[in-house]
Structures are given as C-alpha cells and as structure tokens.
C-alpha cells in the first residue's frame, strides 16, 4: 500500500471513473490507467474499456483539443 496526494480536482477526476459501489480506487487506476508499454497495447487496452459517460467524454475531447495544438492552450500546471 501506498499513500498518494490528489488535488481536489484529480480526486473529483479519478471518483468519476468509479463504476460500481465500492470499487476502489486502485480498481480504478488498474482499469484505466494502462502499463506502459507500446501503441498495440494502448489499442488493446482501449477497446476493452466501457463507453465513456458524459463527464469523462467532456475530459476526453478537451485532453483532444489540446493535442491537436498545445501551443494555443492554457497549461494550467505550468502557467
């Protein structure tokens, strides 16, 4: 086991991905958060996930745009 720190907005985050009651979050993190490891597996990884609820669809596009240019985006981390 391990401690971890989030902010309120990660935990917020990580709760939305939640599923069923008492799953817990490192269910949540093994579920989501793939292995680091290679495109192929990223793929395989991705298609095994349930579709995406409104709110996660709402980060998903946002974490989208801000791929296709970067530049023009806020880095509310770094900024």
């Known amino acids: 086991m391990k401690t971890i720190t989030l902010t309120d907005q990660a935990y917020k985050r990580l709760k939305d991905w939640k599923g069923a009651e008492g799953e817990s979050f490192s269910a ?3 579920k989501v ?8 597996q990223m793929v395989e990884d991705l298609g095994r ?13 946002g974490t989208v745009k801000w791929g ?3 530049e023009k985006s806020k880095d509310r981390w770094t900024s």
């Open 28 to 30: 949540v993190v093994l």
């Open 33 to 40: 958060v793939p292995e680091k490891g290679t495109l192929g």
């Open 49 to 61: 996930m349930k579709p995406l609820n409104p709110s996660q669809a709402k980060v998903m596009e």
């Open 68 to 70: 296709r240019a970067p």
